[in-house]
């Protein structure tokens, strides 16, 4: 299997071919998911004793498996939050792999964990966090946010009293996902403030106060959000990290969606209070245009992350002498094998400079602020809410649920876009409206329009 041949060689040239397709194409197809019964159907078995042969495996996944995927970065995909990785990081994500480089240990990663730490930089610039403040890359948002739990509830129960305590975080029902999930993994207790609109310190001070005496013994972390994925919307980050420092709480930010917006001096100022947190997530693979998996945990304080997260053992002394000098990724987050997954970031930085980073990142706000005036220009739609960041809600009035999901269905299946229906809690009850979520600067307003006139 490790040897070179002729069939290697030939090999790696259809991949690089392929590649090069893929990379320099202007128009894709959307593509739609079959049921696994129709894959099998289609391909076969394709885990034998003997194997297949790369050619064979190589062309059932260029005729039927590829074109079963949807590309994040098609600029008719708006639902979610999808992605629209430069060229350039795709070319380096490409030599990212060929490269074999281990990203836990300066020892092994040096070169790779260097360009990681200069893409890094960046983006803590970004935050304005203070002098001090640093990061690591992680496979998304969802174990950034959980390493930085893990580092808050470290440094809480280092005060013995809370040793035996399990922990109690509050956040937004309009947070994220992972928040909960994150939760159940460290073992503490979520308790939401009922909005799913901004959360604002006032809301937050008042939960603080109705809870029972052991409640706020266990309480040790908020968590905002900046930018949810639902509506784009940014907490009161200012009025929370003032009531977080006042009560003694860690202050995380959920920015995984939003952070990329940072960039963006349009919307920068909405971000007033991030530069109080302890710890901040951002996805880089979502507004950063880099390719997944790219996410980034950063706190004020790295020292706490990794008094937390170093792992110990013989075998990793040799990583900890001052031979093997440097910054070691693994001691600032959970994972201890991992990928140099900053490195295609780091490429598409110093190739197109930060400028026309902020550029592409406007241009998504750009967008949305398009797509919500051409809703309100016509008659069978409506806006639920005022576009955030690159997040727009609409209706189209008289609609049922099921209309919505029947609108998705009918438009993957042509090939034409990837739209999906959500829900935004009005009073007591939520309601289901449609949504986009602008990432790719090549969404076009003639897209927004076609993708509109579909639901008449």
């Known amino acids: 299997m490790h040897k070179i041949d002729i069939d290697l060689v030939e090999m790696t040239l259809d991949v690089m071919k392929y590649a090069i397709d893929r990379i320099s194409a202007t128009e894709r197809k959307i593509g739609k998911p079959k049921k696994e019964e129709e894959l099998r159907a289609l391909v076969g078995e394709t885990i034998t004793e003997k194997g297949i042969g790369g050619e ?13 995927n949807v590309p994040v970065d098609h600029p008719r995909n708006l639902a979610f939050v999808p992605a629209s990785p430069t060229r350039a990081a795709i ?39 203070p002098n001090g403040a640093f990061g690591v890359f ?9 390493s930085a739990m893990v580092t808050a509830r470290e440094n809480w129960r280092e005060n013995d009293i809370y040793k035996r305590e399990k922990g109690l975080v509050i956040t937004s029902i309009g947070a994220h996902s992972s928040i909960k999930a994150m939760a159940k993994v460290v073992d503490v207790d979520v308790l939401l403030v009922d ?34 994925t639902n509506a784009g919307i940014i907490d009161d980050l200012d009025g929370i990290a003032a009531i977080c420092e006042r009560e003694h709480l860690w202050f995380h930010v959920d920015a995984a969606y939003g952070g ?40 004020k304080r790295p020292e706490l992350a990794k008094k937390a997260h170093s792992q110990e053992g013989s075998y990793l002394d040799i990583f900890k002498d001052e031979g093997a000098h440097g ?56 806006l639920v809410r005022t576009p955030s960041l690159s997040c727009v809600l609409f209706r189209r009035i008289g609609w049922q649920p099921q209309d919505y999901t029947n609108w998705t269905y ?7 876009a990837l739209v999906t229906p959500t829900k935004w809690k009005i009073g007591n009850t939520f309601e289901t409206v449609s949504r986009f979520c602008f990432i790719n600067p090549d969404t076009t307003e003639n897209d927004i329009e076609m993708i509109l006139d579909s639901m008449v």
């Open 195 to 228: 909005t799913e609109d901004r959360l604002e310190g006032e809301a937050l001070q008042h939960t603080i106060d109705g809870l029972t005496e052991h409640e706020r013994k266990r309480l040790f972390a908020v968590v905002g959000t900046g930018g949810t």
């Open 260 to 299: 990329g917006a940072l960039a963006a001096d349009s919307v920068k100022h909405l971000f007033t209070g991030i530069e109080r947190a302890d710890s901040i997530t951002i996805d880089p693979h979502k507004w950063m245009f880099s390719p997944y998996d790219c996410g980034a945990i950063i706190y």
């Open 410 to 416: 009918e438009n993957h299946r042509k090939g034409f």
């Open 138 to 146: 992680t496979s998304g948002g969802t174990a950034a946010n959980l």
């Open 91 to 129: 070319m380096f994500d490409l030599v990212t792999s060929a490269s074999s480089i281990h990203g836990a240990y300066w020892m092994e990663g040096a070169g790779g964990i260097f360009c990681e730490n200069e893409a890094m930089k960046w983006i803590v610039s970004l935050t304005g966090l």
């Open 56 to 68: 064979n495996a190589f062309n059932l996944w260029k005729k039927h498996l590829s074109k079963a």
């Open 327 to 382: 910054f070691n990724p693994s001691d600032y987050q959970i994972q201890l094998t991992r990928r140099v997954r900053g490195l295609p970031l780091w490429f598409s930085l110093a190739t197109h400079g930060t400028d026309r980073y902020k550029e592409a990142v406007e241009r998504g706000i750009e967008l949305a602020q398009i797509a919500g005036k051409i809703i309100e220009s016509k008659p069978f739609v409506e």
